[in-house]
C-alpha cells in the first residue's frame, strides 16, 4: 500500500485537525477534504491547502481512502459516525479511519466495531502533545485496534509524530490516554495549591518555581502553567472543560473497576467548578484563578475562546526557565 497516494480527510479541524492536516500537505500528501461542524472554519482551512471543504460526512469518506477525526467527545464521535442519513460509515467499505480525540474507551470499542459492519477499518491514534507539536510533526501518538491496520498507515503517521507506541486491541489506547490527562490534570491542580498557599504566605513565586524544579515538586506541569498561573494568563492550549471531561473518563474507567481514586474526584471537582463559574474555556492553568488568594473575588476579564481561531501556528508566551525564573528563554509546548 503507497500510502502517500492515497487521499486523506480530516473531519474536525480546530487547532489540532488543521496543523495535523498541514503537516501532511507538507510532507507531500494529499490532503483532499476537511470538514468541521463549524463550515467556515473547514472552508477556511480548504482554501488554504487547497482541497474540498464537503457539506456532508458522507462525501469525506466517498472521496477519501484515510480518514482522521479529531472531534471533542463522545457524543461527536456517535454524530460523526452513527447518527442520522449523514454520517462517515456510509458506504465506507475499504476506508481507513483514524480517531485522534480523548473520548472513552467504550467509544472507540463501538466505532471499531461498527467500522467493521461497514467493512472499514478503525483505529485509535490517541495524542499526547500540544498544537505546536501537530504543526511540527512531533506528535506523541498511542495506537489502539488493529495492528494489521496500523502496520498499513504506519509510515503516515511515522511523519506526523515524533514516536509512536502500539498500546494493545481497540479501547487500550484510549484507557492509556485517560490515565495520563488524569496524572496531568492532578499535577495542575496540586501546582495551582502549592503556588496558591505561597501567594497566602507572603513567599517570592520566582523563587518557588525555582526550589520545586530543585526538588520532588518538580514536574512538566511546573514547566508548562507556572508563569501562567502567576502572570493570570490563561489563554486556551488545554481547555479547563476538556480537563474536566477527561478527568471524567478516568473516574468512569475507576468504577467500572471499582476503585477509588480520590485525588482524581477532587480534581475533577475543581475543573467542574470552572465551568460552572464561566470558567471552562480558560487554559486548565486557570485552575489558579480558585486557589490564589484574592483572585476568585475580582475574576479576570475572559478573552474569547480561540477554539475557532484560523492561526494554530502561533506560539505561546515563553516560559522561564526554573532555574533563572527572570529569564524568558524556552518556548512552552503543553500537551493535550
Keep these: ?52 471543504a464537503p457539506a456532508k460526512l458522507a462525501d ?11 472531534v471533542t467527545d463522545d457524543r461527536s464521535m456517535r454524530t460523526v459516525f452513527l447518527t442520522g442519513a449523514d454520517n462517515l460509515l456510509k458506504n465506507a467499505k475499504n476506508t ?23 467493512q472499514a477499518d478503525v483505529i485509535e491514534a490517541c495524542m499526547a502533545s500540544s498544537i505546536s507539536h501537530a504543526r511540527e510533526g512531533k506528535l506523541y501518538l498511542m495506537i489502539g485496534g488493529s495492528k494489521k491496520t496500523y502496520d498499513k498507515v504506519k509510515k503516515l503517521l511515522k511523519d506526523m509524530s515524533i514516536k509512536r507506541r502500539y498500546i494493545g486491541p481497540a479501547g487500550k489506547a484510549a484507557e492509556v490516554k485517560a490515565l495520563v490527562n488524569m496524572v496531568m490534570n492532578i499535577n495542575t491542580a496540586g501546582l495551582a495549591e502549592g503556588l496558591g498557599l505561597a501567594k497566602a504566605l507572603d513567599l517570592d513565586l520566582n523563587m518557588i518555581t525555582e526550589v520545586f524544579s530543585q526538588t520532588g515538586a518538580n514536574s512538566r506541569v511546573l ?23 477527561d478527568s471524567g473518563i478516568a473516574a468512569s474507567l475507576a468504577r467500572e473497576t471499582q476503585l477509588s481514586l480520590p485525588l482524581n474526584t477532587a480534581t475533577k471537582r475543581q475543573y467542574d467548578r470552572m465551568k460552572r463559574e464561566g470558567l471552562g474555556e480558560l487554559d486548565k492553568s486557570g485552575v489558579a484563578e480558585l486557589t490564589f488568594p484574592g483572585r476568585h473575588a475580582n475574576p479576570i476579564k475572559k478573552k474569547s475562546s480561540p477554539v475557532r481561531k484560523s492561526s494554530p501556528t502561533k506560539s505561546k508566551s515563553p516560559v522561564r526557565k526554573a532555574t533563572s525564573p527572570k529569564t524568558k528563554t524556552t518556548t512552552k509546548k503543553k500537551a493535550v
Excluded at 514547566?223 to 474536566?244: N, V
Design 96 to 118: 481507513i479511519f483514524i480517531n485522534c480525540a480523548t473520548v472513552s474507551p467504550a467509544i472507540h470499542r463501538e466505532i471499531t466495531a461498527a467500522g467493521k459492519e461497514a
Design 1 to 52: 500500500m503507497n500510502i502517500k497516494k492515497k487521499k486523506i480527510g480530516f473531519v474536525g479541524v480546530g487547532r489540532m485537525g488543521a496543523n495535523m492536516a498541514r503537516r501532511l500537505k507538507d510532507k507531500g500528501y494529499k490532503v483532499f477534504a476537511v470538514y468541521d461542524s463549524y463550515a467556515p472554519l473547514a472552508q477556511k482551512l480548504a482554501k488554504e491547502l487547497k482541497c474540498d
Design 223 to 245: 514547566e508548562t502553567d507556572a508563569e501562567d498561573m502567576i502572570e493570570r494568563d490563561h489563554e486556551c492550549w488545554f481547555s479547563a472543560a476538556h480537563a474536566a471531561k
Design 60 to 70: 469525506v469518506t466517498e472521496h477519501c481512502d484515510v480518514v482522521f477525526t479529531v
